[in-house]
């Protein structure tokens, strides 16, 4: 394990924060995406992507927790969920930076790396290693 348990649980919780803020046709949108990329029949989306805007508690809901509510199959929610867990989320961009950028004797800003596009837990967690990791090496600690 790279993170201590207690950090990754809070860098999930605030990602997943994110995607709760995001409004109803933001995350029918994404389900459209994942339902697609998991195969779904069109219909079976359709008739889906209606029950999940009439939800009134999906505004506090992330997608992966509103997909087990909106009345599929098993097997369709199984797949919808494992797409999910591999590429939902929304957007992130990953950017170290330091206080070290900006002194009076230096002004660096953008000096250190970053990671846009990131999405999932997997790719967050990677490019966060990868920033800690430049920033390591760039300064020498």
């Known amino acids: 394990m790279v993170y201590p348990d207690h950090i990754k649980q809070e860098i ?20 459209y995406r994942l339902a697609g990329l998991a195969n779904l029949d069109r219909e079976k ?22 997909v087990s509510l909106i009345g599929i199959d098993q097997a369709d929610e199984q797949a919808i969920l494992d797409v999910y867990n591999k590429q939902g ?15 009076r004797e230096e002004m660096m800003a953008g000096r250190f790396k970053s990671y846009p596009y990131i999405r999932s837990d997997k ?5 966060i290693l990868k ?4 920033y390591w090496v760039e300064m020498g600690e």
């Open 89 to 103: 989320g929304v957007f992130v961009v990953v950017r170290s930076s330091s206080i070290l950028e900006d002194t």
């Open 12 to 31: 999930a919780r605030a990602y997943r924060g994110l995607e709760r803020s995001l409004d109803v046709e933001e995350k029918a949108g994404e389900f």
């Open 123 to 127: 790719l967050l967690f990677e490019s």
């Open 45 to 66: 989306i359709i008739t889906a992507m209606l029950a999940l805007r009439g939800m009134k508690e999906l505004s506090d809901m992330t997608l992966g927790q509103a």
């Open 131 to 134: 920033c800690l990791a430049y």
